[in-house]
């Protein structure tokens, strides 16, 4: 009898043993797994760090009050050139134009621009080379930095993908402060642009001061006339004056390049080669009139890869004179 209380005594001492190891592995494991399965990016862990998440989430983790300082920034480049006198959108036909647009920043390329003119307004909008910028806003990035949310300009996804900010234009040829906010760095940049009036055709530009060649009465002959390039990096130059040919109201012009690595030009779409290449870079062009920027393209060889580049050129009614 005693030989059964004890075994059964002992049996009781077993069972008791297992179910209480079983709940303490089961607590354990329970918070490991809980411990694992909430660990955030920040490091915190438990519900307390989910719950946090959940809340920074609903009301908007990102902080646009930070803007970057120069070590944060590349080189500034300066927009547009002295010729340059600002030109109001009264002054421009309406109508939707390709447009060239400068920016300060190497960081914030444009890979194209169309500006829209209407009644007395201009917008652009801009297709970016790359997807890093989520917001625009029209001032400086400390001006940004203290603005509603509801003052930024979002981009626009087009059909390829590409984001597009479409930007109010108070002037061409007049650069004008647009920081730009940095999906990575989350903090503004002070970017300056400006559109180029010398992008557009000549007809947009209502207040052109364009001498039409007929108005000038040349007979045929040759001339010369004082010519003055823009764009550019501003380190390439034409000689000036350069000779000029009428024959029969067609008028050409002789440029000759500080250079020798432009090997071709286009006027109006239209390529010409180079008439020598032996030390400079000459070519035999139309000039369609005087006293404005006629737009060209030169395309260079001088970098690892070609490419064509902006210009114009400003033929002088004022300085023709006839060649001895």
């Given at each position: 009898?005693?030989?059964?209380?004890?075994?059964t005594a002992?049996l009781l001492?077993?069972?008791l043993?297992?179910s209480?190891l079983?709940?303490c592995g089961?607590?354990?494991?329970?918070?490991g797994a809980?411990?694992?399965?909430?660990?955030?990016a920040d490091g915190?862990?438990g519900s307390?760090?989910a719950?946090?998440?959940?809340t920074?989430?609903s009301?908007g983790s990102t902080?646009?009050?930070?803007?970057?300082?120069?070590s944060?920034?590349a080189?500034?480049e300066?927009?547009g050139?002295?010729?340059?006198?600002?030109?109001?959108?009264?002054?421009?036909?309406?109508g939707?134009y390709q447009?060239?647009?400068?920016s300060?920043?190497s960081?914030f390329?444009?890979?194209d621009?169309v500006?829209?003119v209407s009644?007395d307004?201009?917008?652009?909008?801009?297709?970016m080379?790359?997807?890093?910028?989520l917001?625009l806003?029209m001032?400086t990035?400390?001006?940004a930095?203290r603005?509603?949310?509801?003052?930024?300009?979002?981009?626009e996804?087009d059909?390829?993908?590409?984001?597009?900010?479409?930007i109010?234009?108070?002037?061409?040829?007049?650069?004008?402060?647009?920081?730009?906010?940095s999906?990575r760095?989350?903090?503004?940049?002070?970017r300056?642009?400006l559109?180029?009036?010398d992008?557009?055709?000549a007809?947009a530009?209502l207040?052109s001061?364009?001498?039409e060649?007929?108005?000038l009465?040349?007979e045929?002959g040759?001339?010369t006339?004082?010519?003055?390039?823009?764009?550019?990096?501003?380190?390439a130059?034409?000689t000036?004056?350069a000779?000029?040919?009428?024959?029969d109201?067609?008028?050409?012009?002789?440029?000759i390049?500080?250079s020798?690595?432009?090997?071709?030009?286009?006027v109006?779409?239209v390529?010409?080669?180079?008439?020598?290449?032996?030390?400079?870079s000459v070519?035999?062009?139309?000039?369609?009139?005087?006293?404005?920027n006629m737009p060209v393209?030169?395309?260079?060889?001088?970098m690892?890869?070609?490419?064509e580049i902006?210009?114009?050129?400003?033929f002088?009614?004022k300085?023709?004179t006839?060649?001895e």
């Open positions: 009898m005693n030989r059964n209380k004890f075994f002992l001492t077993s069972v043993t297992v209480s079983s709940g089961s607590s354990t494991a329970g918070q809980g411990s694992a399965s909430t660990e955030s915190k862990t307390g760090a719950a946090a998440d959940s920074t989430s009301q902080d646009y009050g930070k803007t970057a300082d120069a944060d920034m080189d500034v300066q927009v050139e002295d010729w340059m006198t600002p030109i109001r959108p009264d002054e421009v036909a309406n939707v447009a060239s647009v400068d300060s920043s960081m390329k444009i890979a621009c500006l829209t009644d307004s201009m917008t652009a909008r801009l297709t080379n790359g997807t890093g910028y917001y806003y001032g990035a400390e001006e930095a603005a509603d949310e509801a003052d930024f300009i979002p981009f996804e059909e390829t993908g590409a984001h597009t900010f479409t109010p234009v108070k002037a061409l040829d007049e650069g004008f402060p647009c920081a730009a906010f999906k760095k989350e903090q503004w940049y002070d300056t642009l559109v180029r009036s992008s557009l055709p007809e530009l207040s001061s364009k001498t060649i007929d108005s009465a040349l045929n040759e001339y006339a004082e010519v003055t390039l823009h764009g550019g990096s501003g380190k130059k034409v000036s004056p000779k000029i040919t009428v024959a109201g067609t008028v050409t012009a002789e440029i390049w500080s020798n690595n432009y090997d071709y030009m286009k109006n779409g390529r010409y080669d180079p008439v020598s290449l032996e030390d400079h070519f035999e062009i139309p000039v369609d009139g005087f006293d404005y393209l030169a395309d260079t060889t001088a690892s890869t070609p490419h902006e210009y114009t050129l400003f002088d009614s300085t023709i006839k060649a």
